[in-house]
Each structure stands twice: as C-alpha cells, then as structure tokens.
C-alpha cells in the first residue's frame, strides 16, 4: 500500500512539474506569434494591449486546455497497463 500511495504522490509531483513547464512554455510561444503578428500586419496601436487581447483568448482557447491531458493521459496509461497486468 506505501508503494501505491509514494507512486501517486511522486506521479503527481512530476506531472505537475510537466504542466507548469508546458503550460510557461506554450504561453510564452503563442505571446512571440502575437508579437510577429503585431509586426508583420502592421496593427497601429499599442503592442501590449494587442499581446494582452491575444493571451486573454489564448487561456479560454482548446490547446490551453488540452494541456490538462498531462495529468489524464498517464493515468489512464497506467490505469490500463494495472488492469491487463492483473486481471486479462
């Protein structure tokens, strides 16, 4: 039973590293796009405000949500390699 609940807390630990990394890293990539946008289309006006607008859509959007799957998608592998291991 320790060896289940030290997988889970350490699982946890490293995943959660995974999702703020993952997380700092695509924000910081999706703000370089909207500061290339800003000067490729020429946009008049103030350049942060348009980073901002950009990066307030960008945390309501799919891909920032589907950064979550950092947490699903091991579980459920492990889940499945349990359950074939123990009960197939």
């Given at each position: 039973?320790f060896?289940?609940l030290?997988?889970i807390v350490?699982g ?8 703020v ?10 703000r ?7 000067h ?30 950092v ?7 492990i889940?499945?390699i ?7």
């Amino acid at each position: 039973m320790f060896a289940l609940l030290q997988l889970i807390v350490i699982g946890f630990a490293v995943l959660t590293v995974v999702y703020v990394v993952l997380s700092i890293w695509s924000r910081r990539v999706r703000r370089a796009k909207l500061i290339n946008e800003w000067h490729d289309e020429g946009h008049e006006g103030d350049r942060d405000k348009f980073v901002e607008d950009g990066l307030q859509d960008y945390d309501g959007s799919l891909r920032r949500k589907l950064i979550l799957g950092v947490y699903v998608v091991p579980i459920l592998v492990i889940g499945i390699i349990i359950y074939l291991t123990n009960f197939h």
